[in-house]
């Protein structure tokens, strides 16, 4: 009688499997370090060491390496630095369209900690004691609203007037008139410019807030101003903090 012949099951080999692993993810890890070394932007560059660390700490929350299909969650420095970008971009714009209309001595833009500050004299949106904005004022503020439409930070317009006193059929104080002006800027932004309302917050201070001296008729030019001010929504890093240090001391 014939013997049967014996079948074994043959078992694939998946051994290959883990090597294959780790070449993959030393792949990706060089590809992180390549790509850091392209960057210029310090601040980009720590992102992408943030992830490298995580590739190699094998930091399984992060979901880099085991569902490659879910976003990654940004970091607020991420997002501070993105937001940083967009602030920086915005400020050379303005800075560029300002000079373009002449009001370079009268309207400033500053990037700060705090936020972007555009500071614009009254000279330049006002008559004198008056709250009705200039025609001849409506490119410069229909600049600043295509600058800002594109955000969703919250934006407060800030009235400023100098210390002499103001009483007219119109006004009674230098507050109504900051306030007024600060309401008017306001309505033409939304209005004209077409951004949201829900962004805006209004503060009238009068003569309670300069920055300049107002024994002087060039220091009281100065404090009469209303300030656009975009908040940020994430705190600025250290390295945007220690510039803007620097400049005020």
């Given amino acids: 009688m014939a013997k049967k012949k014996q079948h074994h099951e043959e078992h694939v080999d998946e051994t290959w499997l883990i090597p294959y692993s780790d070449m993959l993810t030393l792949l990706l890890a060089l590809f992180i370090v390549m790509f850091a070394m392209s960057q210029a932007d310090k601040q980009k560059m720590k992102q992408v060491s943030d992830q490298f660390h995580v590739v190699f700490s094998g930091d399984k929350s992060s979901g880099v390496l085991d ?74 503020l229909l600049e600043v609203s295509k600058s800002l439409v594109n955000l969703d930070n919250s934006i407060k317009i800030v009235g400023h007037t100098d210390t002499v006193p103001i009483k007219n059929a119109k006004f009674h104080s230098n507050w109504e008139l900051s306030a007024m002006r600060a309401i008017n800027v306001m309505n033409f932004l939304v209005g004209s410019g077409g951004l949201q309302p829900e962004r805006f917050s209004i503060q009238g201070y009068g003569q309670y807030m300069p920055k300049f001296d107002n024994s002087t008729e060039e220091g009281r030019a100065k404090n009469r101003r209303v300030e656009i001010f975009v908040v940020r929504k994430y705190p600025a890093d250290k390295e945007v903090s220690n510039k803007t240090d620097q400049k005020t001391n």
């Fill in 67 to 140: 569902n490659p299909g879910e976003a990654v969650v940004p970091s607020e420095s991420s997002n501070s630095a993105v937001e940083e970008d967009k602030m920086n971009e915005i400020k050379q714009t303005l800075d560029k369209e300002i000079e373009k209309s002449g009001y370079s001595d009268k309207v400033k833009v500053n990037l700060n900690k705090e936020g972007l500050e555009i500071s614009i004299q009254d000279v330049v949106l006002f008559n004198s004691g008056d709250d009705k904005i200039l025609n001849e004022t409506s490119p410069l």
